[in-house]
């Protein structure tokens, strides 16, 4: 109990946690909110099931103490390598491992469709954190070759499923926490300029090179082209790879810059079909029925969350809570920019939820489970080191 009322203390003092805090909450009302315009009974199943759980298990997060977080971070990022290698056998029954939108990325478990990726993101964080929180071998180029290839792992087997959109959140989290543990820059913008070499590459492949040298899946092929020419103008491909892309930026221009309101917005949606629109294209939604100023209050109230994650990890002393914390906030403004890209029709769609706003069980309770874990760091005494950390 003493150490639960030091917790509780530090807490009550005023700190970035009170940032963090009242913003998850309040993507989540405008969440349900969104959700009920499109599909009242997921609003019902998102506000009356997945949500209670998803604030357990953000209590039960801010409990343990660091260290013991740190000591599981690596037994529990395995699980979860286990639970991506598990979805893509091929014997395994579809009842169990169901095909949803041509991906094999979820487990079917009661009351919910138990998504691996999301859990594997967390432990992800937490497993990078632990292994920076007091080494020096990063700040050559030689050192940062493991945690690379740890990156690799779960990206590699998030996109055979395939699910390019999550398994774009690893390697903007991995640069974050390499820049917070001290890694040198002209390292990082050396592997920075090779990658954004790749994209461009690939861009151009899709672009001109014949179908027997592609990377990439046909269908995801299709997104970059159908973004490309709806980018320049061309609303050739709006009844076929476009459609839902268009949709979603016809329905935010729709919306103005006051909105449509609730129950006009309803007969919008009900007219004019968006698919996904509970899930990934949930910002069109909001657009819709907000408008322009409700998008830019829910950017906004992103702007918040990561602030306080931020802030958290710059007031924290403990390095494991410094570095967890950087990376969930890369992790969760990465997925804001290409979620609100692809519905603005800036970025091809990927499939990437909105945090703490799409329907969803496993995305909600994962979610949640990182803003425990930054309470956690934010509730803890600050002179937790034993050791010099990663300052340079």
């Known amino acids: 109990m003493g150490d639960l009322g030091r917790q509780l203390r530090a807490l009550l003092t005023p700190n970035f946690a009170w940032l963090a805090l009242p913003a998850g909450l309040a993507l989540v009302a405008v969440g349900v909110l969104a959700i009920d315009t499109v599909r009242p009974r997921q609003a019902h199943t998102q506000q009356s099931l997945n949500l209670p759980i998803a604030l357990l298990c953000m ?16 037994p529990f990022f395995g699980i979860s390598l286990g639970l991506l290698i598990f979805l893509l056998l091929p ?31 967390v432990f992800f964080a937490l497993s990078l954190a632990w292994y920076f929180r007091f080494r020096k071998s990063h700040r050559s180029l030689l050192g940062l070759v493991f945690p690379f290839l740890l990156t690799l792992v779960p990206v590699t087997l998030i996109m055979m499923q395939p699910d390019l959109g999550t398994a774009l959140v690893f390697a903007p989290a991995l640069f974050a926490v390499l820049v ?7 390292h990082l913008f050396a592997i920075g300029g090779l990658g954004t070499l790749v994209v461009v590459a690939n861009i151009a492949i899709i672009l001109w090179a014949p179908a027997n ?3 990439l899946k046909d ?19 709006i009844q076929a790879d476009a459609y839902q892309q268009y949709k979603a930026m016809t ?22 079909h968006l698919p996904e629109a509970h899930n990934d294209m949930i910002f069109a939604v ?89 309470l956690n760091f934010a509730s803890r005494p600050r002179g937790m080191m034993e050791r010099e950390s990663f300052e340079f």
């Not at 917070?180 to 002209?186: D, E, I, T």
């Not at 329905?251 to 004019?272: D, H, T």
């Open 59 to 74: 209590l039960l997060a801010m409990m343990p103490h660091p260290r013991v977080m740190g000591r599981v971070a690596y």
């Open 91 to 121: 014997f395994v029954p579809r009842g169990i491992v169901p095909v949803i939108n041509g991906a094999r990325s979820w487990i079917d478990t009661p009351g919910m469709n138990f998504q691996p990726s999301e859990m594997t993101k």
């Open 180 to 186: 917070a543990a001290g890694a040198k820059l002209r």
């Open 213 to 215: 040298m592609q990377l």
């Open 219 to 237: 269908h995801q092929q299709r997104r970059v082209r159908s973004m490309i020419k709806l980018a320049s103008g061309d609303t050739s491909d």
């Open 251 to 272: 329905l935010c221009g729709a919306g103005g810059v006051w909105g449509f309101g609730e129950e006009r917005s309803r007969e919008v949606f009900e007219n004019f």
């Open 286 to 374: 909001i657009v819709n029925r907000w408008g322009m100023l409700g998008g830019i209050g829910v950017i906004g109230l992103y702007g918040a969350l990561v602030t306080g994650f931020l802030g958290v990890s710059a007031t924290t002393r403990d390095p494991l809570g410094r570095l967890t914390c950087v990376g969930f906030a890369a992790m969760i403004l990465t997925q804001v920019v290409v979620n609100v890209g692809m519905t603005l029709g800036i970025l091809p769609i990927t499939g990437i939820t909105l945090p703490f706003i799409s329907y969803g069980g496993s995305s909600l309770l994962f979610t949640f489970i990182m803003l425990g874990l930054v």
